[in-house]
C-alpha cells in the first residue's frame, strides 16, 4: 500500500486526492503522518482554488483533531469549512458546510436548536439525490440532536433510515454505526422513562451493537459498545465479572485509539466496579480517568 500511494503522489503531485486518502489509510498505524497529509491535501487544495477538495480535508481534519483534545485547532478547521460553504453557491457544497457545523456545535456543547436548523437545512439539500456520503452524516448527526433534544422517538426514526441507506449500498460500518444509535436513543428515553423490561432491552441492543461493530469492523461502535455493556452490567446482580471484561476491553481499546473521552468514560466505570473490593484498583482507575478527561480537553467529557 506504501509503495502504491507513494508512486501515485510522485507521479501526481498536483492531485492532492492522493495526499487525502493516504492520511486514511495512516490514522490507525501513525496518527501524526495521518495528520502530516491531512494537511498537505488541505492547504494544496486550497492554493488550488479547488473548494470541494479543500471542505472535505478540512472537515476530516476537525474530526481527527477533535477527539484528541485539539479543540482550538479544530474549531478553526471547522470556521474554514463554514468559510467555503458561504461562499459557494453549491447546494451540496453549502449542505456539507452546514453538517459539518452542525457536529461541531454538538461536540463543544453548543445550541442543539442552532445544530438541528443546519441539519434541516442540509436535509432539504441532500435528499433524496445527494451523494451516500452526505447523506450518512446528516443522518447520524440529525440523529444526534434529535436524542440531545429528547426527541426520541424522531431519533429513532432517522437511526432507523440510517439503517435502510447503509443496507441497501453493502455498507456493514454504517450499519453498525445506526445500531448503536438505536441502542443510545433507547437508554435515553429509558432514563426519563423508564419501562419494566428496559435494562434487558437495553442490554440486548447493546449486545447487537457490538456483534455490529466487531464485524463491520467499526472501532467507535465497538469501543462505545464495550462501555454501554459495562454500565448496564455494573448494576446487575452477579454480572460484575463481564461487567468488568467490558469496561477493561473498552479502555484497552480507547486507549491504542487515542481517543481520551471514551477512555475516561470507561474508566470511570472500571472505578465504579472495583470500589468494594479493589479500593487500590479503583483509585488507579480514577487517576486514569482525571489524565485522559485532561487530554480530551472537552466539555462533555468534563462534565
Given at each position: 500500500g506504501r509503495r502504491a500511494y507513494d508512486t501515485l503522489i510522485a507521479a501526481h503531485p498536483a492531485n492532492?486526492?492522493?495526499?487525502?486518502?493516504?492520511?486514511n489509510a495512516w490514522v490507525a498505524r501513525s496518527p501524526e503522518r495521518a495528520e502530516q497529509f491531512y494537511r498537505q491535501a488541505a492547504d494544496g487544495f486550497r492554493a488550488s482554488g479547488h473548494r470541494e477538495g479543500e471542505l472535505l480535508a478540512r472537515s476530516t481534519l476537525r474530526t481527527f483533531l477533535f477527539p484528541r483534545g485539539r479543540v482550538d485547532e479544530a474549531a478553526r478547521e471547522a470556521a474554514?469549512?463554514?468559510?467555503?460553504?458561504?461562499?459557494?453557491?453549491?447546494?451540496?457544497?453549502?449542505?456539507?458546510?452546514?453538517s459539518l457545523h452542525a457536529l461541531h456545535i454538538q461536540d463543544t456543547g453548543g445550541d442543539l436548536g442552532h445544530a438541528r436548523r443546519l441539519l434541516k437545512q442540509a436535509e432539504s439539500a441532500i435528499f433524496p439525490d445527494g451523494p451516500y456520503?452526505?447523506?450518512?452524516?446528516?443522518?447520524?448527526?440529525?440523529?444526534?440532536?434529535?436524542?440531545?433534544?429528547?426527541?426520541?422517538?424522531?431519533?429513532?426514526?432517522?437511526?432507523?433510515?440510517?439503517?435502510?441507506?447503509?443496507?441497501?449500498?453493502?455498507?456493514?460500518?454504517?450499519?453498525?454505526?445506526?445500531?448503536?444509535?438505536?441502542?443510545?436513543?433507547?437508554?435515553?428515553?429509558?432514563?426519563?422513562?423508564?419501562t419494566a423490561q428496559g435494562r434487558e432491552a437495553l442490554v440486548q441492543r447493546a449486545s447487537q451493537a457490538l456483534d455490529?461493530?466487531?464485524?463491520?469492523?467499526?472501532?467507535?461502535?465497538?469501543?462505545?459498545?464495550?462501555?454501554?455493556l459495562a454500565e448496564l452490567l455494573a448494576r446487575t446482580p452477579g454480572?460484575?465479572?463481564?461487567?468488568?471484561?467490558?469496561a477493561t476491553?473498552?479502555?484497552?481499546?480507547?486507549?491504542?485509539?487515542r481517543r481520551p473521552h471514551d477512555e475516561a468514560f470507561c474508566s470511570w466505570i472500571e472505578a465504579a466496579i472495583r470500589n468494594p473490593t479493589e479500593p487500590n484498583l479503583a483509585r488507579a482507575a480514577e487517576i486514569r480517568a482525571l489524565d485522559a478527561t485532561a487530554r480530551a480537553n472537552n466539555p462533555r467529557t468534563d462534565a
Open positions: 492532492f486526492w492522493l495526499p487525502l486518502a493516504y492520511g474554514r469549512v463554514v468559510e467555503i460553504g458561504d461562499a459557494s453557491g453549491d447546494p451540496l457544497l453549502k449542505a456539507a458546510a452546514w456520503r452526505l447523506k450518512r452524516a446528516n443522518l447520524v448527526s440529525l440523529g444526534q440532536v434529535a436524542s440531545r433534544l429528547a426527541r426520541f422517538d424522531e431519533a429513532l426514526a432517522i437511526s432507523a433510515r440510517l439503517d435502510a441507506l447503509a443496507t441497501a449500498a453493502a455498507n456493514a460500518p454504517d450499519q453498525a454505526i445506526a445500531r448503536f444509535n438505536v441502542f443510545n436513543t433507547m437508554a435515553m428515553k429509558e432514563n426519563i422513562l423508564p455490529a461493530g466487531r464485524a463491520a469492523p467499526h472501532e467507535l461502535v465497538t469501543i462505545r459498545s464495550h462501555g454501554a454480572a460484575r465479572a463481564t461487567a468488568l471484561q467490558h476491553e473498552c479502555v484497552r481499546q480507547a486507549t491504542r485509539a
